[in-house]
């Protein structure tokens, strides 16, 4: 198994552009989720889902959009890009079970912005 | 809103020192407390606690839960470099509707271990 994979592994965006960063799981794990890590931060939350179709805001949704259209893909599209948004970008995965919280992160997109 | 909160924020020891990590949360209908470690790249696993006074150990590293004061630690004994890394704590509650499986993430400690 490969886990969780993440592409592009870095990126450099001019002001004003659009990218998808893309993420695939291998493991058949129902949910999934997108997270910004700015630099000497925690992890802050924004899209997730719960299955194919199903897709909701996290706390940080301004500027980006998601889609899940098949269990293995939830890739996360960046409109317009603005210097807020660099940041590291991780993709996590995790079962869809109450009482295992354990999410999978794949390597991260390091997004600078400028 | 769920919350979750770390201290210290960072923290420099000696190798052969002990640590102790701490972790405050407040989250609608509590299910886990989750640790990570996160070198220079995606955090990775180290222990789920769901139940309250139960210590999980792996190694050097020890954690335990108190759900009655909302709090969690993280010891570390005869810290070596390797340990160098960003300590988080994470919560996952149930607000109800797709809220299953949502973790919640504090700012994390950075500890960094001299020799």
């Known amino acids: 198994n490969a886990g969780v994979t993440q592409t592009p592994k870095f990126r450099i965006l001019k002001i004003g552009q659009s990218m998808t960063l893309q993420c695939t799981q291998d493991?058949?794990?129902?949910?999934m989720y997108w997270y910004r890590q700015d630099p000497g931060m925690g992890l802050k939350l924004i899209y997730y889902s719960v299955g194919a179709g199903i897709t909701d805001k996290g706390e940080v949704p301004n500027g980006y959009n998601v889609s899940r259209s098949t269990t293995e893909d939830f890739p996360l599209r960046l409109e317009l890009a603005a210097p807020s948004q660099t940041s590291v970008y991780f993709c996590?995965?995790?079962?869809?079970?109450?009482?295992?919280?354990?999410?999978?992160f794949g390597p991260g997109t390091r997004l600078t912005v400028t | 809103e769920d919350k979750v909160v770390q201290s210290p924020l960072s923290l420099v020891v000696h190798e052969g020192d002990t640590v102790t990590l701490n972790c405050s949360y407040e989250v609608t209908n509590f299910r886990s407390l989750l640790w990570y470690k996160q070198e220079k790249k995606a955090p990775t696993f180290l222990f789920m606690l769901?139940?309250?006074?139960i210590e999980k150990k792996s190694g050097r590293l020890s954690s335990i839960l108190d759900k009655k004061e909302l709090f969690s630690i993280l010891n570390i004994t005869a810290t070596q470099t390797g340990d160098s890394a960003i300590y988080l704590c994470?919560?996952?509650?149930?607000?109800?509707?797709?809220?299953?499986?949502?973790?919640?993430f504090g700012q994390g400690t950075i500890l960094t271990v001299h020799p």
């Open positions: 996590a995965s995790s079962y869809s079970n109450s009482y295992s919280y354990e999410q999978y």
């Open positions: 994470a919560v996952g509650g149930n607000a109800g509707g797709t809220s299953y499986g949502k973790l919640t």
């Open positions: 493991m058949n794990h129902n949910y």
């Open positions: 769901t139940s309250s006074g």
